[in-house]
């Protein structure tokens, strides 16, 4: 379990490092936003770690089960997530010289019947002023939630059923995209949804989540093949999976930074985690990537400004084209962002 101080000020500011090229502009292509018990991540809160040193431009907001409402049919709950941003994100206008909260994934329950998802989606376009974008119903089904920081609550078999699948592809003819995240183990079962909707942008989140805790903490070595395996062959069967390339430093992934008396460096990040970057990039291609914080979860291992300078450590042999289109471009235009 992470450190009493992990993911606060004081904990975070025991790492401080000089901003590693600061004009690279910046699409922070995944981040949440609510309020939990003293754990409260608003406008403000992002306002001070995307104005920490880069350039970040805008944002994408991906639901995260904040401000749903607690009356009214269920179904309906999470139209009060997708509102919630929107106002934030009219605040964030007041100051232009702040990253703008661009775009909204939300999520509604893709099982549910096809005239009752187009009234819903309908209903997140029209709460998102214009910013809507897809949805998040994700997959990640934990075999052993007590192990797991953030156990996934999905359906064992969610992949494989037709009526969310039917969702799905629902999402590809209108024009939304689909966003999730799911654990290692699944990574096969998402092979299948991916071919099973080729007509919908599916935007694979955290790099397939490989675990390194409870019984997975003592192998990372082993498994490290089969997810390379896994990975590739769902970027070259599937070419409308997109990667989001973030979301490692999550307690769960098992690098410990989240036990310790001070957060990693950027250094540290990268020395752990650049084989699964530098893989994942040579899989499925610069304009099939973006690189995402996840923030606030993975503010329990690093601060935003070392993680930002990190990734651009991971990417630094790159051309500037290349880098631009990790960091901006993929972003911009899976989201349609221009």
Known sequence: MPHQEAGTGPWLARVVEDIIDPDQRIIDPHHHLWRRSGRDYLLEDLWRDTGSGHRVEKTVFVECHAEYRVDGPAAEAPLGETAFVASEARRAESDQGQAQIAAIVGRVDLRLPTDQLHNLLDQHDQL??????????????????????????????????????????????????????????????????AKACPETTMILDHFGTPLGVG??????????????????QIARECPNVVAKLGGMAMPDNGFGWSERDRP????????AQRPYYLHMIECFGVGRCMMESNFPVDKYSISYPVLYNGLKKMVAHLSPYDRDQLFYGTATKVYRLE
């Open 128 to 193: 998102g002023e214009g910013r809507f974008r897809g949805i998040r119903h994700a997959g990640a089904h934990a075999r052993h939630p007590e192990a797991l920081f953030i156990a996934g609550a999905a359906p064992e078999h969610l992949y494989q059923d037709e009526n969310y699948r039917q969702g799905i592809r629902l999402l590809g003819h209108l024009g939304w995209t689909f966003d999730t995240w799911h654990y290692h183990y699944q990574n096969r079962d998402f092979l299948e949804l």
């Open 215 to 232: 019984p997975y903490a003592d192998s990372r070595d082993a498994r490290f093949g089969e997810w390379q395996d896994d990975v590739a």
């Open 264 to 271: 990693a460096t950027s250094d540290e990040f990268v020395e």
